[in-house]
């Protein structure tokens, strides 16, 4: 079956250190991934997307990285400051039908 | 540029009534999406619209969920009846008619349900 599996634990991280979250999906072949932030009471805000023939996407201090062979997109926030503390989901888009499928997300808090 | 409007923001019903969310998405995007959002879980596809028509409604449960957007812009999603396995956070997205690729998408706040 398919599916799409982000870290399963809430991430806690200090204020200052790089934030790795996880996206590995079972059963899909996208050409696209995406990346959302989403804070409480809001709806998802885009961040970044990257394409299956790219290794590797950065934007300020988010990097976002995609390996078809490990079937995982990693994406990093670097510098991680109390302000990035949210929810990020990743999403898959196979190309076809112009469809997102959504991991549950991955809630980041930054301790000050 | 004003972003994706949504209303309401917050529902409470009693089970087997009829409820409508409306949206309102980006002025000139064509594409218009509805999501359901539980707790603790992404938003997941209820119906995807070009313009006015329904190009995705294969996630929709027919039999008591409709949705229509006339005139390709705004658009109503409606329950009835409701059951409690409905409450969740109703979200709408849009994004621009782009020839290739993916679309980023534009999503409102959501309309939170509340199913008692």
């Known amino acids: 079956s398919q599916k799409i599996e982000q870290n399963s634990e809430a991430l806690n991280i200090q204020e200052g250190k790089t934030a790795t979250l996880t996206c590995n999906y079972t059963?899909?072949?996208?050409?696209?991934l995406q990346w959302y932030r989403q804070d409480p009471g809001r709806g998802p805000v885009f961040l970044l997307l990257?394409?299956?023939?790219?290794k590797e996407k950065r934007k300020e201090r988010l990097k976002v990285t995609f390996d078809t062979t490990l079937k995982q997109s990693l994406f990093h926030i670097t510098a991680s400051q109390p302000a990035d503390s949210a929810t990020y989901l990743c999403a898959l888009d196979e190309g076809s039908a112009r469809q997102l499928t959504f991991g549950s997300g991955t809630q980041l808090t930054v301790l000050p | 540029e004003a972003g994706v409007v949504q209303s309401p923001r917050y529902k409470i019903i009693e089970k087997k009534q009829p409820v409508a969310f409306w949206c309102n998405p980006i002025?000139?995007?064509?594409?218009l999406y509805w999501y359901r959002q539980n707790l603790g879980q992404g938003p997941e596809l209820l119906i995807r619209?070009?313009?006015?028509?329904?190009?995705?409604d294969s996630q929709l449960p027919k039999d008591r969920f409709s949705a229509e957007r006339l005139k390709g812009v705004d658009s109503t999603l409606k329950i009835q009846p409701a059951e409690l396995g409905d409450s969740a956070v109703y979200l709408c997205?849009?994004?621009?008619?782009?020839?290739?690729?993916?679309?980023?998408?534009?999503f409102g706040p959501g309309t939170r349900l509340t199913v008692l």
């Open positions: 619209y070009e313009n006015e028509e329904a190009v995705d």
């Open positions: 059963n899909y072949s996208p050409a696209y």
């Open positions: 990257i394409r299956e023939n790219e």
């Open positions: 997205a849009s994004s621009p008619l782009g020839a290739t690729g993916s679309d980023t998408q534009y």
């Open positions: 002025s000139g995007h064509n594409t």
